[in-house]
Structures are given as structure tokens and as C-alpha cells.
């Protein structure tokens, strides 16, 4: 079945703009530059995966994960989930058309106003009047909304129990997910959210609101080139002004690296997190004058998840998958539920903490994970009803968010990402979530769990799916990477402090100066859209973020998605 990727055989050399990563950033670029009328290429390292080709067995899960440490490496180049194993700190990230968006929760919540007052941002952020701007039209194309049956569902009503330990009363946080089926803004038809549950699994029924059913078929409608399993490795500036993006080729079957050289005079880097700061890293290694705080001001967003083992009362928090496993159930999205604190006085005590589903393709496994010593590990196809119906119907998972101090920092060790902050674990969060959570798994009658995987690889060290930080924006590049409209700083001598790089951008979680307090996919979309329209008045470009009139296809046909 065809879909929005196109073979790199058919890649032409030089784009107007190329655009490296297909996340939240990387969306909105591809598909506001593509509306302007530009020659877009998007550059991809992962692969398609269409509606309906998530993972759904736990045998589907050995091919969907790579694992990559000091000294191994373990995976396919394609595989979804990305496990970076830190000395100090584990990362989990997606890799796939969509980024981030395939495997996330989905929950879109705006930071408290303080977050962007504070000084570690540029100024122009807060003071422009683009920012609210920018949220609109990210509101506008995720259509974030609240489950309207939240409070029926199990979760919720266990979450609203154990809440009565901190005297708080939970809500219905907002996340990309239909609860009705409608046209998106692409013109994509999506069917109602089944509440199996399996957003951070991939959704397998077209209802969860990713970039890969809104700005990335916008831009393929407005003629953008999509390309996947195209690695950049670095960017260099050509004598005659453009950029050269140094590709690595993944599509090939393995036996050499196949190198190839793209340019074009803009490009924009929405790699995430942790790929555009890697991209940046070898780009100065081969000399590329950036700012010396590349790579500084890394934040795991306070992040942390972690379970409640043993309740007394039912959970109903494991996904039970499209076409579903069993019958009869409604889990909810991935997430229903959020305690909120809040603290007028000191924005680091602030905190969400939000009730989560496993995705179905775990529930095998989930024995050998909580119960002591694997006693069953032999008779883990026998139990996947009893993982739904047996104690495994009260396991609790939390997603929690709250700040840190963002002292984590980038280096390259061999040609690789490292992730180096020894003093993590004494970040007070940690202990400020662990007693919040210690009380809540307490009032359920349960165990709290901080991490079922400590006695593994995995070790004891903290994990965080919300990397932040690593190009943080600056006024100047002696304090960031990039400027508050997200252009990198030229720290080449002779210039100025605020000195650009001409045509050379970050639109994603690399640019935050600082932690959010929340979930930060609306944030990372917003700061984007902001980026898109100050580009737009340096460049003289003219684009709307109007929807699509009618319907152009369903997520379970893509290919009508590319113009022909």
C-alpha cells in the first residue's frame, strides 16, 4: 500500500528548502513552507508506518525496538521504539514518519504563563503577541479535546479515588485524539477513538490526532517531497551560500553506508531533541562555528513513570489493542486523568500527574515484569486474558511531569550522542514525585513501583519520553544556540553575538532554555508555528493554516495523500 514516503532513488539534488525530521517541528515547517509555494524535501530516518501497522503481539515488539548504549547496539535503523541507555539518564524517543507523535500520548497542555517569563528565554517570546498566535494554529490542526466520557471509565474513577490521598480532585486533561469522527484540517477522514488504549503503542484505528494524519499530508498536498530512512549526519555551508546535508542512506540492505549530499539554501532542523543536537555536534566537529553552549541545558521535563502494583480496586489501564483482544472493555486514550499542583509561590514545585495505559502489546510480558523472580514466565500466552482480568486489571501507571534544572549536557563520544549529567538523581523532583506517587499507590491499597526493570540493562538510572534542551534559544550565542525565532547563532570570528547562520533553523524540543511542566508537544508545535511566521515576514512569504475543504482520504488510505 502506497502512503506519503517516496523512495530516495527519486530525491533530486537541490530543494528550496530541506527540512530533517518529521515531528511535531518538522510537520509544520514541511507543510507552512510547502503552502508558500517552496520546493520542500522532508528527510526522515525512520520509516512509514500506515494505520493499522503498529505493532499489536508482544512477537511484533523484538522488530520494533533498538537499543543503543555506551558499547552496544541492538535493532533495526527502522524499528520505532528508540531506547537510549545512559549512564545517568535513559531516553525514550520515536523514530518513524511522524516522530514523536506515533507513540505518545498525545496530551496537549500549555505551560504556565511563568514558564516564558522566565529568564532563560529570550524576551521577544513573551513580549511579540506571535505566541498566542501560534497556539491557536496549533489548536487548530491537532484539535486537542478531553475525553467526554472520561469520568465514566475505570482509570479515571481509580485515579479520583486514589486522589483523595493528596485532597485533589483529577480532570480531563486535553489530548490529539477524535472521540467522533470528522474531516481533519488535511481533509483526512478519521474515525471515532475505540478507547482500546493504545496510543503509546501506535494507533491502530486513525482516531489519534499525529503529525502523520495532519501536517505531514498537508504538505504532501501542497507538493512537499516526503523521504524516510534518510539519516543526516551533518550540515556544511557550500561556497556559493546553500547548506549541504550530508545523508546517510538506511534503505539499502546493510552492507555499506550509501552517502549522499542534498542542498538547498534553507534548512530547517526538526530532528528532535536529541537528533538535531547530534546533527549540530558533527556539523561543528567539521567546522561549523556555533555557539559554545551546544549541547548544554538538557531537561527530562521532571519527567518520570513509574507503577502502582496490587490495588485493591479494578484499574483497567492495559490496552487491549484494534481489532481488540477482548471484548466487552473500554480502557480509554492512554491518558484520561491528571492531578494538578500547582504553587503560586515556587513554579519548580508544580506538577501533573496523569493516569496511563500500557499499550497491548506488553500485556504478555507484564508477569515477568511485576511478579518476583518470573515464577510464570512459562505460561505467558496462557495469561493474556488473565493479565486483563487477574491482578494485572489493578496495575496503576503514572506519567508524571514537574521541572528540573535542566543541567543535563550533550557530547559526541566516537561519532555518538552521550547524555552526561551525573548528579540526576538528586534532582528534587524525584523525590517530591516519589512521595506524591508513594501516597496515591498507598491509597489503592497497592505497591508503589518505581521502576520494574531496575535489576536489568535498565539499571536504577531515571528515564524521561520528554527530552528537552541540548540548542536552547539565547539573546545572544554567549547564553543559547538559536534565537527566539529559531535561527543559529554564527559563531564565526568577527561577528556580532547575535550573528546568524542565513537559512539555517531548529523547530523542535532542542530549542527549549528550560523544562515546561508539562507535556510539551503543544509547546514544541507552537514555538514552531511562531518560528514559521516570523520566517515568513524576513522572507516575504505568504501562507494561511486555513483546513482543506472536503474530504481528501482515510488514514487506511494514504496514498491518495500525495498530489500526482
Request: with cysteine; charged share 20%; glycine share 12%.
Amino acid at each position: 500500500m502506497a502512503g506519503l514516503a517516496r523512495s530516495l532513488d527519486t530525491a533530486k539534488d537541490h530543494y528550496d528548502v530541506i527540512v530533517v525530521g518529521s515531528g511535531y517541528g518538522g510537520g509544520v515547517a514541511a507543510s507552512r513552507l510547502a503552502r508558500a509555494g517552496k520546493r520542500v524535501a522532508v528527510l526522515e530516518r525512520g520509516r512509514e508506518i500506515l494505520t493499522g501497522q503498529f505493532p499489536s503481539r508482544f512477537s511484533d515488539l523484538k522488530n520494533e525496538m533498538q537499543v543503543t548504549g555506551k558499547n552496544m547496539r541492538t535493532g533495526t535503523s527502522s524499528a520505532i521504539y528508540d531506547v537510549r541507555l545512559g549512564a545517568d539518564m535513559h531516553v525514550l524517543i520515536s523514530c518513524g514518519l511522524g516522530g514523536g507523535s506515533l507513540i505518545n500520548a498525545g496530551v496537549a497542555l500549555r505551560p504556565d504563563a511563568r514558564v516564558f517569563t522566565d529568564s532563560n528565554w529570550p524576551d521577544q517570546v513573551a513580549q511579540d503577541g506571535l505566541l498566542d498566535e501560534a497556539y491557536r494554529r496549533a489548536e487548530r490542526w491537532l484539535r486537542p479535546q478531553s475525553d467526554p466520557k472520561a469520568h465514566e471509565l475505570t482509570k479515571f474513577k481509580a485515579l479520583e479515588a486514589s486522589g483523595k490521598a493528596l485532597g485533589r480532585t483529577p480532570i480531563a486533561p486535553r489530548v490529539t485524539v477524535s472521540f467522533e469522527e470528522n474531516i481533519n484540517a488535511a481533509g483526512i477522514t478519521q474515525p471515532t477513538c475505540t478507547r482500546c488504549g493504545d496510543c503509546c503503542g501506535g494507533c491502530n484505528v486513525g482516531a489519534k490526532n499525529s503529525v502523520a494524519l495532519t501536517y505531514l499530508p498537508d504538505a504532501a498536498c501542497h507538493d512537499a517531497e516526503l523521504y524516510t530512512h534518510a539519516a543526516v549526519r551533518h550540515v556544511s555551508k557550500a561556497d556559493d551560500g546553500c547548506w549541504q546535508v550530508h545523508v546517510r542512506r538506511l534503505d539499502g540492505d546493510g552492507s555499506a553506508p550509501q552517502d549522499i549530499v542534498m542542498s538547498a539554501p534553507v534548512v530547517v532542523l526538526g530532528a528532535g531533541t536529541l537528533g538535531s543536537t547530534e546533527i549540530l555536534l558533527r556539523s561543528r566537529e567539521r567546522g561549523l562555528a556555533l555557539s559554545d553552549r551546544l549541547g548544554q541545558r538538557f531537561s527530562a521535563n521532571g519527567d518520570i513513570i513509574a507503577f502502582g502494583y496490587g490495588a485493591k480496586i479494578p484499574i483497567d489501564a492495559i490496552g487491549i489493542g484494534h481489532p481488540p483482544k477482548i471484548d466487552g472493555v473500554e480502557i480509554g486514550a492512554a491518558v484520561s486523568g491528571q492531578i494538578e499542583i500547582d504553587d503560586e509561590n515556587e513554579l519548580a514545585n508544580e506538577l501533573r500527574v496523569q493516569e496511563g495505559v500500557l499499550p497491548s502489546v506488553l500485556a504478555p510480558v507484564l508477569p515477568v515484569l511485576f511478579i518476583p523472580n518470573g515464577r510464570l514466565l512459562g505460561a505467558l500466552q496462557s495469561l493474556i486474558k488473565g493479565v486483563y482480568k487477574g491482578p494485572f486489571s489493578k496495575l496503576q501507571t503514572f506519567f508524571a511531569v514537574s521541572h528540573d534544572s535542566a543541567s543535563g549536557r550533550f557530547v559526541l563520544d566516537n561519532d555518538r550522542l552521550s547524555l552526561v549529567w551525573p548528579t540526576v538523581k538528586d534532582e528534587p523532583v524525584y523525590a517530591r514525585l516519589d512521595a506524591i506517587l508513594s501516597a496515591i499507590v498507598t491509597e489503592a491499597g497497592g505497591s508503589y513501583v518505581k521502576n520494574p526493570l531496575a535489576g536489568t540493562v535498565m539499571g536504577h538510572q531515571p528515564a524521561t519520553a520528554h527530552p528537552l534542551g541540548g540548542a536552547g534559544m539565547g539573546r545572544e550565542r554567549t547564553d543559547g544556540v538559536v534565537n527566539h525565532k529559531g535561527q543559529v547563532f554564527d559563531a564565526s570570528a568577527g561577528l556580532g553575538s547575535t550573528a546568524v547562520h542565513d537559512g539555517l533553523y531548529i523547530v523542535d524540543g532542542a530549542v527549549m532554555p528550560r523544562s515546561l511542566g508539562v507535556n510539551p508537544l503543544f509547546t514544541i508545535t507552537a514555538l514552531a508555528e511562531r518560528a514559521l511566521l516570523h520566517m515568513a515576514q524576513d522572507y516575504g512569504l505568504s501562507f494561511d493554516d486555513a483546513p482543506v475543504t472536503g474530504s481528501i482520504a482515510t488514514p487506511a488510505d494514504p496514498s491518495a495523500y500525495v498530489a500526482q
